[in-house]
């Protein structure tokens, strides 16, 4: 994954750490023993950089484009002609902001295209059709708004553990969460009544899957769905969501969330979210707008409705509870719900300092001359990070997991990534100011570290080399033996085994050996825990505490009792 605009405002420090030589640009070959046939006809891959096979923008979906315009996904047209899957397809529409601007787009440019379900396919490079290989379908992340599958590179996850990995398109922003009466009303299925076209789109791509993985040697009844950040998140709804029963056997979620946004709410407003769907209608298509005038929109009316002052994509209702494929009460209401969630094993976890990717550049928080960053006091700066990030995990982990538990699911993991090695350019010292942030467990699960571009000469140094590779080849050999079994053991022996969760909050802390290695240990969350602590901590005095506490509840108002019971804030 890349994070543009983060990367530029680094990457002045990665120069030092840079080769003088240009690098040759790798050029696909259609590779003849890697043809397949399918129902849609026939495609050819090729032999990546790394020696895996790869089959990219491979169509799970008819294009969803004019009269498809928010309606469930339709089944895949057929190929005009051999497909050459040589190259990545075009991002879904999104309007780029400063994580996903880079050196190719400025801030707040709408890109991509509406013809864009498609799905990129990564094998070991002998692999035979009738292997019947355990399969991961990754989600990508990006807060359902933006991002893509081609940012993730699942060759050395295919080739080192032997799994098919397929990393997914779905619809972004409000083509993807739109709740209206009028589009409701001329439903032509009963599924286009949904408010969700993300996780339908992930449904075909599941069933994609489902009817075609083996011809790629993926075994169809092991299929293992995994995301990060978004990704997760939209794993959590697969797991409440009716139509995609069956078509995934295990699930692993990092750093994902469980809110969901009530119908009426998204379609009249009254939440978090600047923008709700009849509003959002009319600025789309006027007063009155049926769902044809509002399909017979142009990409940009459609996005103008959600631009900021500055041209950014402000925020919009995501994950909402439509009755068709979320029900009343969202993905928690479905976790305490007996049969409400998947019957399937899983795994969910955080990283220590998620918050961190966000606080590196808060001006209240840290200094910067030129693209030097350091923390303006670092015990601030810890605090500020470690309440929002405790409450991530409480979130993500603790909420959900003490529910299922509830109703006597024990097939439950959980972990905690504390990577924190990253290097150092004077006093710009990544290890404090990224530390185990939001998104560094990515490279480490797919062996591939690329995660800030031009910064990761910084990040990803000779000096921390041997200890990332060994974690990664551990992450990979805990989430592969998962995919294999619905278990994840010890990973093929690269650790201990690891426990199923209990009350203790048993979990799995990766990390490599120089920090004590992946090892087993106990802790629990609780928003009334976290409050306490707040209210007690020493390093920052009382203006911080408030301050930090009025941050959480206001991205998560339901958590004021908690807080308002361990501290005396003013309002």
Request: proline share 6%.
């Amino acid at each position: 994954m890349r994070l543009g605009h983060l990367a530029l405002g680094l990457a002045a420090l990665a120069v030092a750490a840079c080769s003088s030589e240009e690098e040759v640009a790798f050029e696909p070959v259609p590779a003849e023993d890697l043809v397949r046939t399918i129902g849609q006809g026939e495609l050819v891959g090729f032999e990546t950089e790394s020696g895996a096979a790869a089959w990219m923008a491979v169509p799970y979906a008819a294009p969803p484009v004019g009269n498809l315009r928010w309606r469930a996904p339709r089944p895949p047209l057929a190929f005009e002609a051999r497909l050459e899957a040589l190259e990545a397809g075009p991002v879904c529409p999104q309007v780029t902001n400063n994580l996903s601007a880079g050196e190719t787009y400025e801030i707040g440019e709408l890109i991509g295209s509406e013809d864009c379900l498609t799905l990129d396919i990564y094998a070991p490079r002998d692999v035979r059709p009738d292997e019947a290989l355990p399969v991961m379908m990754w989600i990508h992340g990006g807060a359902n708004t933006w991002g893509s599958s081609s940012a993730y590179d699942g060759s050395e996850l295919a080739r080192l553990q032997g799994v098919i990995v397929v990393s997914v398109q779905y619809r972004l922003g409000p083509l993807g969460f739109l709740a209206h009466p009028e589009l409701r009303a001329d439903a032509e299925i009963p599924d286009d009544a949904a408010a969700n076209y993300a996780l339908l789109d992930l449904v075909a791509a599941l069933q994609w899957i489902s009817g075609n993985i083996d011809t790629f040697g993926g075994d169809p009844n092991r299929v293992t769905v995994f995301g990060e950040s978004a990704g997760a998140y939209n794993i959590a709804g697969l797991m409440a969501t009716p139509q995609a029963r069956g078509l995934f056997h295990r699930a692993i979620m990092q750093s994902g969330g469980t809110a969901s946004v009530p119908l009426e709410i998204a379609e009249q407003g009254g939440g978090n979210d600047a923008v709700a769907g009849l509003a959002a209608a009319i600025a789309i298509a006027g007063e009155g707008a049926d769902g044809a005038a509002l399909r017979r929109a142009s990409l940009e009316a459609v996005y103008a409705a959600y631009r900021d002052e500055d041209g950014e994509l402000t925020s919009m209702p995501r994950m909402i509870e439509d009755g068709v494929t979320l029900p009343e009460g969202g993905i928690l209401a479905a976790a305490e719900t007996p049969g409400g969630f998947a019957d399937v094993p899983l795994i969910t976890g955080t990283n220590r300092d998620e918050m961190k990717l966000y606080t590196v550049f808060d001006p209240r928080l840290t200094r910067r001359l030129g693209p030097l960053v350091w923390p303006k006091g670092e015990d601030r700066y810890e605090a500020a990070v470690e309440y929002p990030s405790r409450i991530w995990r409480y979130n993500a982990v603790d909420g959900l997991l003490n529910r299922l538990a509830a109703n006597g699911r024990t097939d439950l993991w959980a972990y905690r990534f504390d990577w924190d090695e990253g290097g150092s350019v004077l006093v710009t010292d990544t290890s404090v100011l990224l530390g185990a942030s939001h998104a560094m467990e990515i490279p480490f699960v797919f062996n591939h570290f690329e995660l800030f571009g031009s910064f990761d000469s910084v990040l990803f140094n000779a000096r921390n080399e041997v200890g990332r590779l060994e974690l990664a080849d551990t992450m990979g050999a805990y989430w592969a033996q998962f995919a294999a079994t619905g278990e994840p053991g010890d990973g093929i022996g690269m650790g201990p085994d690891w426990p199923q969760w209990t009350d203790t909050g048993a979990a799995l802390r990766f990390d490599t050996l120089d920090d004590g290695g992946t090892e087993v240990f106990s802790r629990t969350e609780s928003p009334l825990a976290i409050a306490s602590d707040l209210a007690s901590d020493e390093r920052i005095d009382d203006e911080a505490r408030c301050r930090i506490a009025r941050g959480i509840v206001g991205r998560q108002p339901s958590l004021a009792d908690a807080f308002q019971a361990a501290m005396t804030c003013e309002p």
